[in-house]
């Protein structure tokens, strides 16, 4: 089964960006999916990466502020947000799938405080 | 955007009782655009059922997922102690803008 391992923790000051990778064992045909778990909140889609076609989705939400990409050549997949604000505290999963989701990475939490 | 609406918030039941769980979407749903996930503390969500009611691999079988249109069931046939958890529905039914619900909390009595 596909296996996601993400980058670790990160603090980062309000106004700032941040880059979080995912390292998937294989990416073959899969996509990959970005949500994230505020504290103590529930889940939220923030997009999608189908790397093998080069094809990028992004929740209205997060159009704009956040780029999605992914390196075939590593199976990595990334995912950047700009302007940071207090609220994008969270923890920022992939995860495989475009509908559903399977398996999950271990999470990333990322920290945003002035 | 699709609201869903998990209910009860928190359910106190004790290992080896049947626990049952509600998901309703604010619009008719594909009765095949329809997941359901488990979460501990601490730890990254798992897919429990897709397809409203087709376990993913790995899932035991005291776990079964049922609904259609509005309103979606997960059941837990029989506690067991690593089920105590939080679980969330989740819609696909426009691609374009997924939504969970708020969670259900399912904690020992």
């Known amino acids: 089964q596909v296996q996601l391992v993400q980058s670790g923790a990160e603090a980062k000051k309000p106004g700032s960006s941040m880059k979080v990778s995912c390292r998937a064992s294989?990416?073959?045909?899969?996509?990959i999916t970005w949500l994230r778990q505020a504290p103590g909140q529930g889940l939220e889609w923030m997009g999608r990466v189908i790397p093998i076609l080069n094809i990028v989705n992004y929740a209205q939400k997060f159009q704009g502020r956040v780029k999605i990409t992914a390196d075939k050549a590593t199976n990595t997949a990334y995912m950047e947000m700009s302007s940071l604000q207090s609220e994008d505290t969270a923890v920022y999963y992939c995860?495989?799938?475009?509908?559903?989701?399977?398996?999950w990475g271990q999470g990333t939490l990322v920290t945003v405080s002035s | 955007e699709i609201v869903l609406t998990q209910s009860p918030g928190t359910l106190s039941l004790s290992a080896g009782e049947r626990a049952t769980l509600s998901c309703r979407a604010s619009?008719?749903?594909?009765?095949?655009?329809l997941a359901w996930y488990q979460q501990t503390p601490g730890q990254a969500p798992r897919l429990l059922i897709y397809g409203a009611s087709n376990r993913a691999t790995g899932v035991p079988d005291r776990f079964s997922g049922s609904g259609s249109g509005t309103d979606f069931t997960l059941t837990i046939a029989r506690l067991e102690p690593d089920d105590f958890a939080v679980y969330y529905c989740?819609?696909?039914?426009?691609?374009?803008?997924?939504?969970f619900g708020g969670g259900t909390k399912v904690q020992s009595k």
């Open positions: 294989e990416f073959g045909s899969a996509t």
């Open positions: 989740q819609q696909y039914d426009n691609s374009a803008s997924l939504t």
């Open positions: 619009q008719r749903i594909s009765s095949i655009s």
């Open positions: 995860a495989r799938g475009r509908d559903w989701f399977g398996p």
